[in-house]
């Protein structure tokens, strides 16, 4: 390093400069003395002369070297973080998750203090939005030094891929190769995470282990670094709604029990749609029925491929609406176009739904994926921020409702469970009576 002179044999070159400096000086006060002894025997003044000298040259050694010493090994050091610097500098630039705006600002700011020292540019004008949150950044470091600055970088860097790397060993779910859930394939890339449902043979039937998995990939989802959640099934369903087989697991304290355990399940499962904070998007590739299609009202966009069709057939199944769609779909439709779905079951095509705000748009099957997800990718960059706060001034005022709707339905539906019509509904399609 060029930059920094070697400063190792600083204190010895010192203690002999001052080691001469004196002894000419002493030789200039005493020369006559010793001329006049005409000697150059040790007498006891040469002798004290030599202790002193010594002495000093000790002291010296010691009052000069350690501060010396001290500025040596500190610029050793500093030396070793502008290596760790530039290291620092290459492992950003192979971070696999975008670390979000608020570091990428720190990092950029204390780069440019580090390498440029503090901000001399002028002020980017109010509209210039981007430079100027980088101008704050570097303008807010001051004078810091560029070592501290150098420091401090290295320091977020390695906190930063430590914490990269720390969540997605916790959260494997959250990675894009997830092999933590049985039921669904969740990945998160480009801002998105996709939760994809992933029971094909079964129509993406939602069994006990899908509701609990759901669950888990909401919540790991409203705290990744993701801006947006995706929900889509794989195969030709989006979902065939409660997987009805769910009914014949009956616990020893017999179908009361049951009812009150799916009950209690429901209402946290759909809890956790009303509370999910990051935008929410459905991707319906096909037929929904039942829940998958209640919980729609919660989501806050809908894309449907046209072959989609969207049926909650309750009154078939003896059952009552769930996932605060009697509160949500009056809203959305009007309380005629709500109970034609609700009560009589009526089956909408992707284009009907569209037409009666369930559905955001509709996309033909052929193009429906590419088109969505190009869509989805430019939502994704908007700032996370401010969807999720736009998102909690739309739905907030609403959540108290939604709790409380929610809870009411589950608790009508405890009981219709519990009733002929919904058993018998049940022992039809498992003994293949009916399909819808
Ligand atoms: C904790 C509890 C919470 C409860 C919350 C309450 C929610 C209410 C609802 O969700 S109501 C809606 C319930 N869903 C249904 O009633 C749909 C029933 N399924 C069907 O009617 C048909 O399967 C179909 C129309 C969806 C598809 O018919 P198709 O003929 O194309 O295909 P198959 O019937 O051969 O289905 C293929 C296999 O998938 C199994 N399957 C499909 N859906 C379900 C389901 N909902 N529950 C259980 N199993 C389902 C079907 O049995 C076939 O399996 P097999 O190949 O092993 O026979």
Redesign the pocket.
């Known amino acids: 390093m060029s930059d920094f002179p070697d400063l190792r044999y600083f204190p010895i070159w010192s203690c002999f400069c001052n080691l001469f400096l004196k002894l000419t000086h002493y030789l200039k006060i005493n020369l006559f003395h010793i001329l006049w002894k005409r000697t150059f025997r040790l007498s006891v003044d040469t002798l004290n002369f030599s202790f002193v000298f010594c002495l000093e040259f000790v002291i010296h050694l010691q009052v000069v070297s350690f501060p010396v010493v001290q500025l040596h090994m500190n610029r050793t050091a500093m030396r070793a973080s502008q290596k760790d610097f530039e290291n620092a500098v290459n492992q950003v630039k192979l971070l696999k998750k975008d670390p979000g705006n608020e570091v990428k600002l720190k990092l950029y700011a204390l780069y440019k203090q580090a390498t440029e020292g503090p901000c001399d540019m002028p002020k980017p004008g109010v509209f210039d939005l981007i430079n100027k949150a980088k101008w704050d950044a570097w303008n807010t470091l001051g004078t810091l030094p560029k070592e501290t600055a150098r420091q401090n970088y290295v320091d977020l860097v390695s906190s930063l891929s430590s914490s990269l790397e720390s969540s997605s060993q916790v959260e494997p779910g959250t990675d894009r190769k997830s092999t933590a859930y049985e039921t669904l394939m969740v990945t998160s890339e480009d801002g998105i995470t996709k939760i994809t449902l992933n029971r094909p043979?079964?129509?993406n039937?939602i069994n006990?282990e899908m509701?609990h998995e759901i669950m888990r990939a909401l919540k790991a989802a409203s705290k990744d670094d993701s801006s947006i959640t995706v929900l889509t099934g794989n195969g030709d369903y989006y979902s065939?709604?409660?997987?009805?087989?769910?009914f014949t697991d009956i616990p020893p304290g017999g179908v009361e029990e049951k009812a009150k355990n799916?009950a209690i399940?429901?209402r946290e499962f759909v809890g956790c749609f009303i509370d999910f904070p990051k935008p929410l998007i459905a991707m319906v590739n096909g037929p929904a029925?039942?829940?998958s299609v209640t919980i729609l009202g919660l989501f806050d966009a809908v894309y449907a491929s046209d072959r989609a069709t969207f049926h909650t057939?309750?009154s078939h199944?003896g059952?009552s609406p769930?996932g605060c769609s009697s509160y949500t779909f009056l809203k959305i439709m009007g309380p005629a176009k709500a109970t034609e779905m609700l009560v009589f079951g009526k089956k909408l095509t992707a284009g009907e739904a569209c037409a009666q705000g369930l559905v955001t748009e509709v996309f033909p099957d052929s193009t429906f994926q590419k088109e969505v997800w190009t869509r989805l990718k430019a939502f994704a960059k908007l700032p996370p921020n401010a969807m999720r706060i736009s998102k909690e001034v739309i739905r907030n005022r609403e959540k108290e409702k939604l709790h409380a709707v929610n809870a009411e339905e589950c608790s009508v539906l405890q009981e219709r469970w519990l009733s002929d019509e919904c058993m018998n509904a049940v022992v039809n399609?498992l003994s293949r009576k009916s399909?819808?």
């Open positions: 043979a079964k129509k039937a006990i509701y065939s709604g409660n997987d009805l087989t769910n799916s399940l429901l029925v039942g829940i057939p309750f199944l059952q769930e399609f399909n819808l």
